[in-house]
């Protein structure tokens, strides 16, 4: 049977409540806080619930509820308040301190027997639920420690630094390929395409979180096949109009091949994400062969690329309070970034073709 310490300074209150709950619980009586105090630093872990009294001599109920708070036993064992009282303002401040319910007087049978049930239920359901998420929390942590060795073990193996090798010169290669575009463009209307290329290269870890998410063991055949953003790169266009102009140039490169087109300018994510993705297959040569490997281009314009950006450090940032809120803004400034854009492609035009 479970334990229940009861402790008012009034005995017939205490004598009342054991006989009420003496037939489901062992309960054990005191009269004071003090008292109180040195039975729970002795058996807290085995007492389920507390039914204590505010108005009591040597220490009141108050104090009991600060030092329980500061050990940090409020959040183990549940506490109903035993009280003639009814004042909003004292229930409040109770309910502040942490306490689970209230007990009033005089005592009804079936209602003390129903909140001391309830609050205990409640309070072994919260215990398995914190013990489930410390348990989940322990495999994800175990489960990224794995990841991390795998990782350090593939970034070691010389067949995988053989690929990423091969993934770098893509990357050149494709830098290349646009910088020449820009200077042509540059040469024949007079302005430049884009304002800048970023490339990056997915860490060890990141492919091997994308491969067992995707149910593949690690085999560089499957980075291959299965991890189409190994070489990444993204092209920071002026205006919406250069990132179809480009992207249609590059495509057109007859040793080119599009394996695939996500349009998120003419059709944004639910976010407000806007960006147009291609998926490449572009020859590299090395010194005994010519081969084609796989290079994810995305095109942006400037304020698309810094929403992105924004959207990107608040999404993995944890401690965020109004997310709801936050989401709903920046989808409005999506919004207000995609007219923007083209209000400017607009003035530029009307620049353009209006020259002194």
């Known amino acids: 049977m479970q334990k229940i310490l009861v402790v008012d300074d009034m005995e017939i209150n205490r004598e009342l409540l054991r006989e009420i709950l003496e037939e489901d619980y062992i309960v054990e009586t005191t009269e004071d806080g003090e008292k109180a105090l040195t039975v729970l ?12 009294d505010l108005r009591m001599p040597n220490k009141d109920g108050f104090a009991v509820l600060e030092e ?61 639920l914190q013990q489930t998420v410390e348990e989940q929390a322990q495999t994800l942590k175990k489960q990224s420690q794995i990841i991390q060795m795998q990782a350090e073990r593939l970034s070691k193996a010389k067949p995988f630094n053989n690929l990423m090798m091969e993934y770098r010169s893509v990357i050149m290669e494709v830098e290349t390929r646009l910088k020449v575009l820009n200077a042509v463009f540059s040469e024949e209307y007079n302005r430049n395409p884009f304002e ?65 087109e996500k349009d998120y300018i003419k059709t944004p994510k639910a976010n407000g994400y806007r960006s147009l993705h291609l998926i490449l297959n572009v020859p590299i040569f090395l010194p005994h062969e010519k081969k084609y490997m796989k290079a994810e281009v995305q095109f942006r314009t400037i304020a698309m690329d810094f929403w992105a950006s924004l959207e990107h450090k608040l999404k993995y940032k944890k401690d965020i309070n109004e997310t709801d809120e936050i989401e709903q803004r920046l989808k409005a400034c999506a919004d207000s970034i995609e007219v923007l854009d083209y209000q400017m492609q607009d003035i530029r035009d009307r620049i353009y073709s209006n020259p002194r």
């Open 41 to 52: 630093r002795q058996r807290h872990n085995e007492t389920a619930a507390l039914l204590l």
């Open 196 to 260: 800048s290329i970023k490339s990056r290269l997915k860490t060890p870890e990141s492919i091997y979180k994308k491969l067992e998410k995707k149910g593949y063991p690690v085999t560089m055949e499957n980075i291959k096949e299965h991890v189409e953003d190994v070489a990444g790169l993204r092209v920071i266009c002026s205006f919406p109009d250069d990132i179809y102009r480009l992207a249609d140039l590059l495509v057109k490169q007859d040793d080119n091949i599009l394996l695939r």
């Open 68 to 128: 329980m708070r500061e050990n940090g036993w409020i959040n183990k064992i549940p506490v109903l308040i035993i009280s003639g009282e009814h004042a909003v303002e004292v229930e409040n401040q109770c309910f502040e301190l942490g306490v689970s319910d209230f007990i009033h007087k005089p005592f009804e049978f079936s209602i003390v027997k129903n909140r001391v049930r309830n609050a205990i239920e409640l309070s072994a359901s919260k215990k398995r």
